[in-house]
């Protein structure tokens, strides 16, 4: 409808938008977060969660909803229907990182499809001002990682950090999830792709740690591992401004579902074999996700400058 805006007022108003969109329903997340830490009864706190979860929502929803407003941007999904996923199921998404845009685009795709998504967040993050009463409310697991020279100060520490953070996801016993997890621990740009002379032509190197501790904790739980892969292949150098700006002609999304028991199990930190094992089988699924991000550029008329160079370094290399 607004889309013949010229592109740096499409930026301000979606801009200011989003903005506006993020404060009143963090505001709305906050005072339920309120009553929810003064209810006593369980029932009463699981039913303030889903609220919760409903403000989450619908602030994705909202987001979607002013993009449509101002962009033709198009949003081609891949995988998503075949894969029969439920908002009352377990899983575990794995995911590519280019971008804070990510958060909202695969939040966009998977809503309604799955529960809301968590993020694993450190345990400190709870005493933040504002954003730790709110991420509490919304159940984000939080997570205590001790070091290598704590634990060798105090041994009586070890596995304490994976006991916390189970602890802190008991309430998903109850209340569907869905926790996500950027494996690459980092977005991606040439830079660190060089420095980490990674052997992907579109990704950097996977971090098992993370995914091999969310396993460990919920493992039991998940239902399916969604694997999930986001391609803008006509972006600008700032993806976010591309988005805002309307300057991103498509968004690609393929999601793969996974079978959880097609994951090695084992201890992660205490057992080197299976280490090397879980790490094998994570190098063989970003494997996979290269090779579908190639092919989606090669079926688009035009590739971002970064694709371009990542895959004339990965070839030199």
């Not at 993020?119 to 990682?145: E, T």
């Not at 803008?232 to 793969?256: C, F, H, Q, W």
């Not at 089988?281 to 989606?296: F, S």
Request: net charge positive; glycine share 6%; proline share 5%.
């Amino acid at each position: 409808m607004l889309s013949f805006l010229p592109s740096p007022i499409k930026t301000l108003l979606n801009g200011t938008l989003a903005t506006l969109n993020i404060l009143f329903w963090g505001l709305m997340i906050l005072v339920f977060a309120l009553f929810k830490a003064l209810m006593p009864i369980p029932r009463g706190r699981l039913a303030l969660s889903n609220i919760c979860n409903g403000c989450m929502s619908a602030w994705v929803w909202c987001n979607r909803k002013i993009l449509a407003l101002t962009t033709n941007t198009q949003w081609n999904i891949r995988g998503l229907e075949q894969a029969q996923l439920d908002e009352k199921g377990w899983y575990l998404v794995l995911a590519n990182h280019l971008s804070w845009a990510d958060i909202f685009v695969v939040t966009s795709v998977l809503r309604g499809h799955v529960p809301m998504l968590k993020f694993f967040m450190k345990q400190q993050l709870i005493y933040v001002p504002v954003m730790g009463l709110a991420c509490w409310a919304l159940d984000m697991p939080f997570m205590r990682r001790y070091t290598k020279s704590q634990l060798a100060k105090n041994p009586s520490l070890k596995g304490k950090d994976i006991e916390t953070t189970r602890r802190s996801c008991e309430k998903f016993k109850h209340l569907p999830t869905c926790v996500i997890n950027f494996v690459e621990g980092s977005r991606l740009t040439l830079e660190k792709h060089k420095r980490q002379r990674s052997p992907y032509r579109y990704l950097m190197k996977p971090k098992a740690g993370g995914i091999a501790f969310a396993l460990n904790t919920l493992g039991e739980q998940f239902d399916q591992l969604l694997d999930v892969t986001v391609v803008y292949p006509d972006a600008p150098e700032n993806i976010m401004v591309g988005l805002l700006s309307g300057r991103l002609t498509s968004i690609e999304v393929a999601v793969k579902t996974r079978p959880i028991t097609e994951v090695p199990q084992g201890n992660y930190d205490g057992d080197k074999a299976f280490r090397v094992e879980f790490q094998q089988w994570l190098n063989g699924v970003w494997q996979e996700k290269d090779a579908t991000i190639d092919t989606i550029l090669r079926e688009q008329s035009q590739s971002a400058p970064l694709y371009q160079e990542l895959a004339a370094h990965t070839r030199s290399a």
